[in-house]
């Protein structure tokens, strides 16, 4: 049995550790930087230029749908 591969895909995003410190990228750029602290009770965080929100914008009237406020 042999299995041939054209494309391989890159994962859109990775997550890497060591230690304290973690490291979310997309597509091989970095876009958050992270250090837990050692009662793991803290998280520092930095994003980078190309970080870009994964979920849409909640718009004002979908927010008050969702409180029931209308």
Do not use: I, N
């Amino acid at each position: 049995m042999s299995v041939d591969v054209t494309v391989r895909h890159q994962p859109g995003l990775c997550v890497f550790s060591a230690g304290s410190r973690l490291l979310l990228s997309r597509l091989s750029r970095p876009v958050l930087l992270a250090v837990v602290d050692e009662h793991l009770q803290d998280v520092d965080f930095w994003r980078t230029d190309e970080y870009r929100s994964f979920v849409p914008p909640l718009h004002a009237d979908a927010g008050r749908a969702l409180a029931g406020s209308r």
